[in-house]
């Protein structure tokens, strides 16, 4: 057919689709929404061929960033043929105008794009990576983060981020914990909210939201000995308890879309799971988004062994559930024929891209398709002074504060003279961390900078890199002795490169990587006052440095605004009050190693036949939710408002906390449960709830948490969801270690 042709019978249809919109939209009344949109999405399948159908299932990578093993040649062929309906990481307002130029005035019925991309901390303006961002235990600067990122994200063109991922991390060798919420089902779930609401907003209409997804589906974070896409297997029970409530929680704040995980559990790879994505997802959860497969994943069947080639391999994802084939090109290539051989049907290709439709109308795609490309908006809003401001709030309160022997810390801004050493010292490029798509990180202030912006004119700044992050080169030791020999205080930041954590950066070995703890202590034999400053994306093994580092602050990956936060926090005009959301260990030998762990029939004791190691403790070195302050706190005992509670009542457990230190500082107060007898074990704590509070000095705050039903609530020994009468502890305090406790019982009535 002639270009011209086309191109009016493009017009006569896409008329045809406006009619339909706008004749359903005048009769439009305020509950009919849903029955609105129906009418919208059956107009456009009427028109569709089967090919443009299937087309609406493929999803292709720009090439603009590489985020998998694959690239698509020709894609812009693939748009202007209508074989594609959304491409992932492209944006700009302008770049991704001129693709949706090509979709919706070169195709035959004009369908828009939805544009994709991994914005996960943040779009330009970059945040501290999400295992460092939930050190702040904040749920309303978190959900802050998400909006700015997707205020920023949908004024460069996108329509949908990859993001949150909610996979419940407790393996320091894998290396997207540095993306995860860390360790814990409740505080996960928190975060999974807040992400989603950020995200979407209220209105993803609005040209400032993004459609958010739930990732990776499912249990991707209990890979076999934390080697990225090894095997999971797990029962159904610690399924259901550990790794599928953040998800739920996204589909109860209305998520738009899932991401299939690439590992298999317990034999079937989560991209083929009818159990997964048809029984949990859409029949237990009702969810009505569409779901996307991971980068390949669909191709990855057949490594698996469960596909004998792409055809079968499409065949399982697409009745699986799977809606949206990510790279792949196996949907495209193969659903033709499965439809002609019988093995699929036209039915469940029509619900896929009924599905996909059903966003691009809530996005207002067809209404109009350019609207998320603005360049006025994209000027203005991109790494405003706002959203750098958020990235400096947000970088401190995700900074724990480790260690801190005889108040070392913080140091005084008229100190003499200051030694700054280390391979992140005066580094921009690691401070974004992985997945940090559009960040730039030139756009990053080092911590040199953000020293120097801190310290009085007369403070003397003696910098020496000393070492590599990762290399086994020693000649810059002595520069390194040379400038702490010439300081009053050294100050060594040392850590992981970005790429040694994120996605395929599994490590064996957890300590600081090199020859950077050689470099600590050929810099302690000066006798001078060492400061660690880590940047890192996963929990360290930091048993020597513990020992022998008088103070230790965990940055993570702090983001755009790294430098002025840790310098605020380094000189006391902000006062660390992060919490860690996963156990660092002792030894990569005690990992995966987390607080609510099984008490086991021989808990550990003196006697020899007990559960422990013959080398080390069972501790962590240091436990999940823990952090220091420059002030201390103190609680109060634990008090119930009764001692016995029932299914139609609530019990309320309070503790006095007094700010006990000469500065006002923030402690977030931590509510745990044990279920001490029940038809299966239980875990020694459970996280159940959590409160950031701000302390005077000498200021003392009554804290109340309520307890109830739903909050006991587990799978008991015939996988029903319930609570057992009996007794419970409640323990109340600073960290998952260092609490104070008092029982009460359930009872039935
Ligand atoms: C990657 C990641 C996934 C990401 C996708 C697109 O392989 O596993 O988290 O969203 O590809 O970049």
Redesign the pocket.
Known sequence: MEKKNRISLNIICAAIIMLFVSASACTQQPSDDDAQLEAKVDSVMSLMTMEEKIGQMTLYTSGFDQ??PTVREGYKEDIRAGRVGAI??AYGAEFNRSLQEMAVEETRLGIPLIFGY?VVHGHKTIFPIPLGETASWDMDLMQQTARVAAVEASAQGLHWT?AP?IDISRDARWGRIAESAGEDTYLTSKVSRAKVRGFQGTDLGANNTLVSTA??FVAYGAAKAGRDYHTVDMSDRTLREVYLPPFKAAVEEGVGSF?TA?NEIGGVPATASEYLFTDILRGEWDFDGFVVS??TAVNELIPHGVAADSAEAGALALKAGVDMD?QGAIYHKHLPDLLEEGVVSEDQINEAVRRILRYKFKLGLFEDPYRYSDTEREDELVLNEEHLDLAEETAQESIVLLKNNDNVLPLDENIGSLALIGPLADNQRELIGSWSAAGDYTDAVTLRKGIENVVSSGTEINYAKGADINSDDRSGFSEAVQVANRSDVVVMALGEAANMSG?AASRSEIDLPGVQQDLIREVLKTGKTVILVLMNGRPLDLTWEDENVPAILETWFAGTQAGPAIADILFGDDNPSGKLPVTFPRSVGQVPIHYDMKNTGRPMSENKYTSKYLDIPNSPLYPFGYGLSYTSFEYSDVNLDKTELTASDSLAVSVDVTNTGDVEGEEVVQLYIRDMTASVTRPVKELKDFKKIALAPGETSEVTFYLSHEDLEFYDIDMNWTVEPGEFKVFVGTNSRDVNDASFEYVTQ
């Open positions: 985020t998998g992932f990481n991994d990859f991922m990732k990776h991401m690439f991971d980068y990510m996605e």
